[in-house]
């Protein structure tokens, strides 16, 4: 009588995953027939032509009860248009970063590498992610009032494709010269501040805008919003500061307002335009929460991003 060998009681059952591309991200046109054919050789995948961005929630939602995943490939204003479709079905997420800055990639530990990424969605686990929210819009990274608004009306996508992050400072160096500071009513944890501003920024995540830093402990699965607001007198005090905004150290000098919440209100003078994930999406006043926990994504076991940094006792040049 032939033994026979006992079944493999840990093997995880072949899945059925959603694969979307955006050919219109900034790496979208190179090819990824050797990504496909590694996630297809472990899974099965529903190859989708990339619909218009706006039905790309529709067509998650309208899948959802035919996949056990979603995969896409893309940047981060990608993946912000999938986020309440992701929310509503709770189906986890798997990132191929195809984009310009890759900024949530970054955040998670998700490798830059394709066919890196593709391993992870195959072999790992989705974590669970907050959610930042604005007058109903979901974030993933950031979301701003002022300066990186304005940075995100003018940087064409032809110039995120032509110059990549590089196009970020092109873009950045121009409005700098042209920039003005505005009030801002900004309302949290029981207090209202009126601040001269040139920016606030209210970040879900660590990383934004090609490589900023939010603030350097920030995780996305910490449950809070991290704000600042940059109260700088003349445009070379933001020189001064951009390795700590960088560094996500900004909110130890005196003319930078920093602090950690849930939920918070900013009020202008007029409406002003917010920018989530580089997408101009509505206007002040701009109310701000936090949906903890709020969907899953294929990320490293305990990636280093999020993990808090060691603090620093003061910046180098604060005032």
Not at 286 to 302: E, K, L, N, Q, T
């Amino acid at each position: 009588m032939t033994a026979h060998a006992p079944p493999d009681r840990t093997a995880r059952p072949r899945r059925r995953a959603l694969f979307l591309v955006n050919p219109h991200a900034r790496n979208g046109g190179a090819s990824i027939d050797a990504v496909r054919a590694l996630l297809g050789a472990g899974m099965d995948l529903v190859d989708l032509t990339w619909p218009d961005g706006r039905t790309l929630p529709h067509v998650i939602r309208t899948r959802a009860r035919e996949v056990d995943l979603v995969i896409l490939g893309g940047g981060d204003g990608t993946l912000n248009s999938a986020a309440s479709a992701l929310f509503d079905t709770q189906l986890p997420l798997g990132v191929l970063p195809l984009g310009t800055a890759n900024d949530f990639a970054r955040t998670l530990g998700v490798p830059a590498d394709l066919a890196a990424a593709a391993r992870l969605i195959l072999d790992g686990h989705p974590v669970p992610i907050d959610l930042g929210e604005v007058n109903g819009h979901p974030f993933l990274n950031v979301a701003s009032i002022g300066f990186s608004a304005d940075l995100a009306r003018d940087l064409t996508q032809e110039a995120k494709r032509r110059f990549g992050v590089v196009g970020y400072g092109i873009v950045a160096a121009r409005l700098l010269l042209q920039s003005r500071l505005f009030t801002a009513f900004i309302e949290h944890d029981g207090q209202v501040e009126t601040v001269r501003t040139l920016q606030v920024s209210v970040g879900n995540g660590r990383y934004y805008g090609g490589g900023m830093t939010v603030e350097q402990s920030a995780r996305a699965d910490d449950g809070a919003l991290d704000f600042y607001s940059l109260e700088v007198d003349h445009w070379w005090r933001l020189l001064a500061l951009l390795p700590s905004l960088r560094r996500g150290t900004q909110g130890q000098w005196d003319d930078v307002r920093a602090f950690r919440t849930t939920k918070v209100v900013v009020r202008t003078k007029r409406p002003r335009p917010v920018n989530t994930d580089g997408e101009l999406v509505t206007f002040t006043p701009a109310y701000f929460s936090i949906r903890p926990g709020a969907i899953r994504v294929y990320a490293p076991a305990a990636p280093a991003a999020l993990l808090p940094l060691p603090s620093t006792s003061s910046p180098e040049g604060a005032s």
